[in-house]
């Protein structure tokens, strides 16, 4: 019996350039030689090469990186640390390259990902801003991103609590005023917070922490964030309101979104013209949230009092920024999470995800996929190889000439909607619809885009099933519209490209094809062949391909009643010569037969 595998099916890339990782990556049709072992790891799943092949991969740390972090992915890759690379650099280096990692001051953009030449499969974010990687770019290049997302709020949080009180102080200003030999103690008088109101745009992991910590201050905090929960809110003491109520009420604001389009210079000269004259604002997101120019003429005209800024929206800003000049302005260059401890953390943290992603493990701080529990994952297992199978089978199903654009795919299960995540098997179908007939490498992270680009619309139907729903799924069925099929037997009788299995025994069978009723475990290659149910048939075909040296590893029969017609399915090792094929085709019961792939 040939082993089933989804490994290599999984984890093709399209031009694997390095040779280091070339044998990693076999061929889409050479299942046979993977072992059981092998099958399990690639179980865990599904978004990359899996194999821990030697020699190890290769990861290009680009920017200066914790040494625990550092410690941890020479347990596993080759690390090459070049800092300060140009673009041109990047860009050549990066075909050499597996894995990526950087923090804010490298732009990781379309460009890097083309000269990847695909081998590029993940980039590690040592950090939480993920703005400075293209992230369309590279979910289409079918590249994850990991970022760091928890190691470094604390760090980022203190650094905000540092800029307010600094800046209420005048701290940064007096300091230069007295190494400059002068005494202003007039002049540097500062504001109270005590009592004052902080708004804290953007509650998340660092705006809740500031919050909480401004709270230790005696400020009373208020909050902007249209998707946090205001039950995390009211825990802390903290009202969650509106972005015009939050900007006119406050007397300090604190900013800590994301950069996004839709925050991308939302403090612009209109949102400064509502706040309070003599407001006082603390950037530790991103520089890109403020119109830095209408910052300057808020500042000059009196309406913001003072700025701290820790990040600009050109980075370093230029040595002549009218902001990072401005007498009321107090700066830092970007050490929002640049603590010792923070710096660890974040190493760790983007190593990990990093080693997983490379594993061909699911991160969990995956950037630009979908984030499936293991304990999700490892039930759903044998599903995803059934659902790549059943993909592969059914495109190959197509008379050639028929565009593929319209697939169905139901899932019959007892689990309700809420209870089967369905975009991993969705990925794995369209994986295995896709990959048979282009060179095209899907996973994971570029399936649904990639599908979309293709035009192939693929829509997902559940149907419900009385019953224990101990198992995920019952079956899988996928039909293609609006095609001919080479085998005319897989046409439903309504006129679709029908093809159904099941998982037995942990391995994935094809238990209908068209309108027949098979049971067949779908591994290795298949002959399909439809006939007249009559005697001899099977040593026919089996002397056929017993002369031409192929080895069978099944046959199975499904027939619609006695002495008439009857679906043949026969498992070969090999790939039988066209000769053999011509050869079984002209045995005169046989009206029609196929060979597939899987
Ligand atoms: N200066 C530095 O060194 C550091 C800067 N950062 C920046 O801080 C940001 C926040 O970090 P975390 O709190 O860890 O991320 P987070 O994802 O936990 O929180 C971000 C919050 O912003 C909210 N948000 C999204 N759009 C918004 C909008 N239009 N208006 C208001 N809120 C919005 C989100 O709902 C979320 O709750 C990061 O994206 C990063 O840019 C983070 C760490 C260090
Ligand atoms: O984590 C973030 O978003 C940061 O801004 C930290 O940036 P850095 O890693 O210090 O370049």
Redesign the pocket.
């Known amino acids: 019996m040939v082993t089933t595998s989804s490994l290599n099916l999984v984890f093709t890339p399209t031009k694997p350039t390095s040779l280091s990782w070339k044998h990693s990556f076999p061929s889409p049709f050479t299942t046979a030689n993977c072992t059981r072992r092998q099958n399990r790891k690639a179980y865990r799943f599904a978004v990359f090469a899996t194999v821990l092949a030697d020699p190890k991969p290769t990861v290009l740390v680009a920017e200066k990186l914790g040494k625990a972090g550092l410690e941890l992915l020479k347990t596993f890759a080759n690390v090459d640390c070049s800092y300060n690379l140009s673009p041109e650099e990047l860009c050549t280096k990066i075909s050499l390259c597996d894995a990526l990692i950087v923090r804010?001051g490298t732009k990781v953009t379309r460009e890097v990902f083309e000269r990847s030449g695909g081998r590029l499969k993940v980039v590690g974010r040592a950090?939480?801003?993920?703005?400075n990687v293209d992230l369309s770019a590279a979910t289409e290049h079918g590249c994850l991103v990991v970022n760091a997302?928890?190691a470094?709020?604390i760090?980022?949080a203190e650094?905000g609590i540092a800029l307010l009180t600094a800046m209420a102080r005048n701290i940064a200003q007096a300091d230069a005023s007295l190494k400059a030999g002068k005494w202003q103690r007039s002049k540097y008088v500062g504001v109270s917070l005590v009592g004052k109101t902080l708004a804290v745009?953007?509650?998340?992991?660092?705006?809740?922490e500031v919050a909480r910590r401004a709270k230790g201050l005696g400020m009373h905090v208020i909050a902007?964030?249209?998707?946090?929960p205001a039950d995390r809110a009211r825990a802390i003491g903290v009202d969650l309101l509106t972005?015009e109520e939050v900007i006119s009420i406050a007397d300090f604001i604190s900013l800590?979104?994301?950069?996004?389009p839709?925050?991308s210079k939302?403090f612009n000269d209109q949102a400064f013209s509502r706040m309070k004259k003599g407001v006082r604002i603390v950037n530790?997101?991103?520089g890109g949230v403020i119109d830095e120019e209408a910052l300057v003429r808020a500042l000059d005209s009196g309406i913001v009092a003072q700025a701290a800024l820790?990040?600009f929206t050109e980075e370093p800003p230029p040595k002549d920024s009218r902001l990072v000049l401005h007498e009321n302005v107090t700066v830092t260059p970007?050490?929002?999470?640049?603590t010792t401890e923070a710096q660890e953390g974040v190493a760790i943290e983007v190593a990990e995800a990093v080693i997983g992603a490379l594993k061909g493990e699911l991160a969990a701080t995956a950037v630009n996929a979908p984030m499936v529990p293991a304990e999700v994952l490892t039930e759903l297992a044998p599903f995803v190889t059934l659902s790549e199978k059943l993909g592969r089978l059914a495109v190959q199903l197509v008379a050639g000439g028929s565009g593929v654009q319209s697939v169905k795919v139901t899932y019959a299960s007892a689990r309700g909607p809420d209870d089967l995540d369905t975009r991993l098997l969705r990925a794995m179908i369209t994986k295995g619809l896709i990959e048979p007939i282009t060179s095209v490498f899907i996973n994971l992270v570029n399936a649904d885009f990639t599908a979309k680009q293709r035009g192939l619309r693929i829509t997902e139907e559940r149907f419900l099933l009385d019953g224990s729903p101990e198992n995920p799924l019952e079956f899988i069925q996928v039909q293609i519209a609006n095609v001919e099929s080479k085998f005319a037997t897989a046409i439903s009788d309504y006129g679709e490209i029908k093809v159904e299995g099941r998982v037995k025994d942990g391995k994935p069978h094809l238990t209908k094809i068209g309108s027949f009723g098979v049971d067949v475990s779908i591994e290795g290659s298949l002959i399909l062949c439809r006939q007249v149910d009559q005697p001899g048939m099977i040593g026919s075909v089996g002397n056929i391909l017993g002369e031409e040296n192929v080895n069978v590893s099944f046959m199975s029969v499904g027939r619609i009643a006695p002495r008439k017609q009857a679906v043949m399915i026969i498992g070969v090792d090999e790939e039988p010569s066209k000769k053999a094929l011509k050869r079984i085709g002209e045995i005169p019961a046989i009206e029609e037969f196929v060979f597939l792939k899987l």
């Open positions: 804010s950090g939480v801003g993920i703005d997302p928890t470094n709020t760090a980022a650094h745009i953007g509650f998340g992991k660092v705006g809740s902007h964030d249209p998707y946090a972005f800590h979104m994301p950069l996004t839709a925050t939302i530790v997101a991103r820790d990040v970007h050490l929002g999470a640049s």
